[in-house]
């Protein structure tokens, strides 16, 4: 399966964007799903995952009551909205398989969409 984000741009702080990670050559039922990120000179981190066969979702408390993530399989899509966004948002966002623990990443990275929070 490859995934393709897609969605990132500029926006002022307090504003909103929805992330698509679109997925090909396979779908993503029974497929956990996550969204990273990485800001310029950081480390790539986790900040929301979601597991499709028992519906656990997890965010990383940066993101807790701001971002939500969610699916639609029959588009075979992940999303990521954002809302309230900060200039510390500002990063590369990338979409990835996670194992159904949801603490393990899985497959390989696809190119990211750059998210830019203006303040």
């Known amino acids: 399966v490859q995934l393709a984000e897609s969605g990132g741009g500029l926006v002022q702080a307090g504003g909103s964007l929805r992330l698509s990670c679109a997925a090909s050559g396979g779908d993503l039922i029974y497929v956990h799903m996550g969204w990273f990120r990485q800001a310029p000179g950081g480390v790539r981190e986790g900040i929301a995952c979601i597991n499709d066969e028992d519906g656990r979702i997890a965010y990383a408390e940066s993101v807790q009551g701001r971002f939500t993530i969610s699916r639609d399989n029959v588009k075979n899509t992940v999303y990521l909205q954002m809302d309230k966004l900060k200039p510390e948002d500002t990063a590369v966002y990338y979409c990835?398989?996670?194992?159904?623990?949801?603490?393990?990443?899985?497959?390989?990275w696809g190119q990211g969409t750059q998210v830019t929070v203006s303040s």
């Open positions: 990835s398989r996670m194992s159904s623990t949801l603490n393990i990443r899985l497959g390989s």
